[in-house]
């Protein structure tokens, strides 16, 4: 350590303390009355002056890479610059580009945005375990700054850093003329400044009490599908030692493929008016934000592309040959998926699914099976024919994707699976709800892990399951098993832990979920 970088550190630690050179001068030194763990840290790019409320200390807008923007655009992220002196901390960073979306979206035409914030316990304790969170929106939409994990740090006692990386054309877009050299750099952006990220949180973790050789990353939907993407990838090997995925199984089709991406993009590039290949890259980069948004913002998704520096091939191809790195995973679904979709479909056209037109979606969705779905899925048997659709849909896919990635990858690394099933869990915030009750719908477990402004606040009866999963989640952060003292086994694809408000119990998945119906149908 060079003696700048000495004086530097003693001098950030002397004003943590509250000690100043007066207070020296005049033999005025004391302990910090509140024996509070400081909010002025030293990190490896300089001073950040953070703040502490409700036993939490916040570290809010903290660059980790370089602002993407201008050359840097539809590039592999840079390092960000240092600073003198102290940068303060107490805002949150811009939100990345992105356009108006139903939920969970922060419209934003903001390019630099690669920033995040660090959420650790007002306390003197250090070497907590590190999570590290990327939050869903099918990489598309959503922010950082919308999950407070206050519950994770001070009742599970974890330091867990909230991350914004880009998204939609600006994260994912693979068009042609973006690849360099012969190769194929581009598509996977956001991925790369989730590997910076990581790199970050390794480098400076202990200035916060985290310990860097014990990083969990986790993440919902399209965050969960990205932790996906760094289980299987050789380039993120050595960043996390371990892995939780929501709402996304690994073996599941969820990216498109390199030339699928290429033709979404060169129709977005020829919609935008940069028709000419030969000129296509300068016409891009020359765009403003606002139309790139503006020309993407019917595409509810947009997905990394697979073949790209992060992901060479589709996760499920990869788990499917083990190339998986050694961590282990937890890794679930929401019993009620799909209930987002049926619902979201009854606010959207404001027309209520009848019993009539149940059989007749059934035979738009599965054709021939049709018959033989209706009478494993009868009507008779859900309050209504939206709630027999989302059964039906949650376990072809959710579910039947689930069972297969636990099968797969329990054979490789320690591998555990849970379902969240609850009734009466909070709706979102601002947004019309349909005519009947969601149960555990498509991402409502962020509601029991984040204090989040996405959703309504949790009501009294299902308030215990959110004390689970914040145990869960923590333990497994901490020692890589959700229960630390062996009741919650390794799963395999048909054992797996339901969390309610009531309790927890290991389950028969596949039956609960019909599977060996399914495999029947596609035998």
Request: with cysteine.
């Amino acid at each position: 350590m060079t003696f700048l970088k000495t004086a530097k550190t003693i001098a950030v630690s002397l004003a943590a303390a509250g000690i100043t050179a007066a207070s020296i001068a005049f033999g005025a030194v004391t302990a910090n009355a509140t024996n509070t763990a400081p909010t002025l840290v030293d990190t490896e790019l300089g001073a950040l002056q953070g703040a502490a409320a409700d036993g939490v200390r916040t570290w809010l807008g903290v660059p980790y890479a370089a602002p993407p923007v201008d050359e840097l655009r539809w590039a592999s992220p840079e390092p960000a610059d240092s600073w003198e002196g102290v940068r303060e901390a107490t805002d949150f960073g811009n939100a990345c580009a992105q356009g108006a979306a139903p939920m969970p979206g922060v419209p934003s035409d903001h390019e630099d945005c690669l920033y995040l914030n660090v959420y650790s316990p007002d306390s003197n304790r250090d070497d907590l375990p590190v999570m590290v969170w990327f939050h869903g929106g099918g990489n598309t939409y959503g922010a950082a700054e919308q999950y407070d994990p206050s519950r994770l740090v001070t009742d599970g006692r974890t330091v867990v850093v909230t991350v914004n990386y880009r998204q939609g054309v600006f994260g994912s877009f693979a068009h042609p003329a973006l690849d360099e050299g012969g190769e194929t750099t581009s598509g996977n952006y956001g991925l790369e400044d989730q590997q910076a990220a990581m790199r970050w949180v390794q480098e400076n973790a202990e200035a916060f009490g985290g310990n860097g050789d014990n990083v969990t990353i986790f993440g919902e939907s399209g965050g969960g599908f990205d932790v996906c993407a760094h289980l299987t990838s050789a380039t993120s090997a050595g960043l996390f030692d371990k892995a939780i995925m929501q709402s996304a199984p690994c073996g599941s089709t969820w990216a498109p493929s390199r030339e699928a991406g290429q033709d979404r993009d060169i129709a977005v590039a020829e919609q935008l008016g940069c028709t000419d290949p030969s000129e296509a890259e300068a016409c891009l980069r020359a765009l403003d934000p606002e139309d790139l948004n503006a020309a993407t913002v019917n595409l509810q998704e947009f997905q990394p592309v697979d073949g790209g520096p992060v992901m060479p091939v589709a996760t499920a191809d990869a788990i499917a040959a083990g190339s998986v790195n050694d961590v282990p995973v937890l890794t679930g679904i929401n019993r009620d998926e799909n209930q987002l979709m049926t619902g979201g479909m009854e606010v959207l056209t404001g027309h209520v699914m009848t019993a009539e037109e149940y059989h007749p979606t059934l035979v738009d969705q599965f054709g021939e099976d049709a018959d033989a779905i209706a009478a494993q899925y009868p009507l008779s048997d859900y309050e209504n024919p939206a709630k027999a659709l989302a059964a039906v849909q949650t376990d072809a896919d959710w579910a039947a994707n689930l069972s297969t990635t636990v099968d797969i990858l329990s054979k490789q690394v320690p591998t555990y699976a849970y379902e969240l099933s609850a009734s009466g869990t909070p709706y979102f915030n601002d947004f019309q709800a349909p005519s009947w009750e969601m149960d555990a719908f498509h991402m409502v477990d962020v509601a029991f892990l984040f204090d989040t402004t996405i959703f309504a606040e949790r009501s009294a009866e299902v308030e215990p399951l959110a004390d689970r999963m914040v145990k869960a989640w923590s333990t497994f952060a901490r020692t890589g098993d959700p229960d630390g003292r062996g009741r919650w086994t390794e799963a395999d694809g048909d054992c797996v832990r339901q969390l309610t408000p009531e309790g927890a119990r290991t389950i028969d998945f596949a039956d609960e979920h019909h599977l060996e119906f399914w495999e029947s149908l596609n035998a």
